[in-house]
């Protein structure tokens, strides 16, 4: 049978007395601290998803992971909204005009109203003729590292794991973003340019949730690794087959489809939190 371990996480600073509620409420015992953000402690033999809804209504991120396998070698991550803050395409239509017609495509594809690759078909589409400096000047004045993501990467890339952006988004911006991070490789879809400018078309095969388990195996298959050694995180509903596959499936900060077909949630805590879920203590997280 399996042994669980509780890890409690929150932004910047977890106290004492909430680390308490926590416990009262799953009737956890024997709390460590991992750092000023994170505790781990010892879980009951059965814990209710109602308690465990209850304990994260104290605005704390709650998760149970097993014991064995804790830290993992592989961390495979999506970009948008996720080791970023915002949406490129959305950025990017923002300053080309198209602000309202992407938008609207955009939340209908992380709800799972329309399929992934027929939003970023219509999404590209739009872009026609849209010039290559634009998306320079879009990624430098509008584009941000989520918060504790160059630490996480960072630190797992210290400890010998390798690291990968899997993404939906444009190869222009996800480049720039592997690059900042200093992730092992990274995957994303394209667009067809002419003249500089973009051409509304996309380069096939598109990544899209199917696409993203089967480059998760791809990566797990070149690592000589199987998915349980693998940590991946996302946030959107293509994201959700890459999650489910994995040994530590993380939905950050996720829409409500997402957290439906995952275990462990993160709403209330930055990247960081990815590192005491796998055990790693504060004192060895790298931060440059």
């Given at each position: 049978?399996d042994?669980f371990?509780?890890?409690?996480?929150?932004?910047?600073?977890?106290?004492?007395?909430?680390?308490?509620?926590?416990?009262?409420?799953l009737?956890g015992k024997?709390?460590?601290?991992?750092?000023?953000?994170?505790?781990q402690f010892?879980t009951?033999?059965?814990?209710?998803?109602?308690?465990?809804?209850?304990s994260?209504?104290?605005?704390v991120?709650?998760?149970?992971v097993?014991?064995?396998?804790?830290?993992?070698?592989?961390?495979?991550a999506?970009?948008?909204s996720?080791?970023?803050?915002?949406?490129c395409?959305?950025?990017?239509?923002?300053?080309?005009?198209?602000?309202?017609?992407?938008i609207?495509?955009?939340?209908?594809?992380?709800?799972?109203?329309?399929?992934?690759?027929?939003s970023?078909?219509?999404?590209?589409?739009?872009f026609e003729?849209?010039?290559?400096?634009?998306?320079?000047?879009?990624?430098?004045?509008?584009?941000?590292?989520s918060?504790?993501a160059?630490i996480?990467?960072d630190?797992?890339?210290?400890?010998?794991?390798?690291t990968?952006i899997?993404?939906?988004g444009?190869?222009?911006?996800?480049?720039?973003?592997?690059?900042l991070?200093?992730?092992?490789d990274?995957?994303s879809n394209?667009?067809?340019?002419?003249?500089?400018?973009?051409?509304?078309?996309?380069?096939?095969?598109?990544?899209d949730?199917?696409?993203?388990?089967?480059?998760?195996?791809?990566?797990?298959?070149k690592s000589?690794?199987n998915?349980?050694n693998?940590i991946?995180?996302?946030?959107?509903?293509n994201?959700?087959?890459?999650l489910?596959s994995?040994?530590?499936?993380?939905?950050?900060?996720?829409?409500?489809?997402v957290?439906?077909?995952?275990?462990?949630?993160?709403?209330y805590?930055?990247?960081?939190?990815l590192?005491?879920l796998?055990?790693?203590?504060?004192?060895?997280?790298?931060?440059?």
């Amino acid at each position: 049978m399996d042994e669980f371990i509780g890890i409690i996480t929150k932004d910047e600073f977890l106290s004492d007395d909430l680390i308490q509620d926590v416990l009262f409420i799953l009737g956890g015992k024997k709390p460590i601290r991992l750092g000023e953000a994170g505790c781990q402690f010892s879980t009951p033999n059965k814990i209710s998803f109602s308690d465990l809804d209850t304990s994260r209504s104290l605005n704390v991120d709650v998760n149970i992971v097993p014991k064995t396998n804790r830290e993992k070698q592989i961390l495979v991550a999506d970009m948008d909204s996720t080791l970023i803050c915002e949406e490129c395409i959305d950025e990017l239509s923002k300053i080309t005009g198209l602000s309202e017609k992407i938008i609207e495509i955009t939340n209908r594809s992380m709800t799972g109203k329309i399929s992934f690759s027929d939003s970023l078909i219509q999404r590209t589409a739009l872009f026609e003729g849209v010039k290559l400096d634009i998306l320079e000047k879009c990624f430098i004045e509008c584009i941000n590292l989520s918060k504790g993501a160059k630490i996480l990467v960072d630190t797992m890339n210290s400890r010998g794991a390798r690291t990968y952006i899997v993404s939906g988004g444009y190869h222009f911006f996800v480049e720039r973003v592997a690059k900042l991070l200093n992730v092992t490789d990274y995957y994303s879809n394209d667009f067809i340019i002419e003249d500089e400018r973009i051409s509304g078309k996309v380069k096939k095969p598109i990544i899209d949730e199917i696409g993203k388990l089967n480059l998760i195996k791809k990566i797990c298959k070149k690592s000589n690794l199987n998915l349980k050694n693998v940590i991946a995180v996302g946030d959107g509903a293509n994201d959700i087959n890459m999650l489910k596959s994995a040994g530590h499936g993380v939905a950050y900060k996720s829409k409500k489809i997402v957290k439906k077909y995952t275990d462990v949630h993160i709403d209330y805590s930055d990247f960081t939190s990815l590192l005491f879920l796998q055990g790693i203590e504060q004192i060895y997280f790298i931060n440059k």
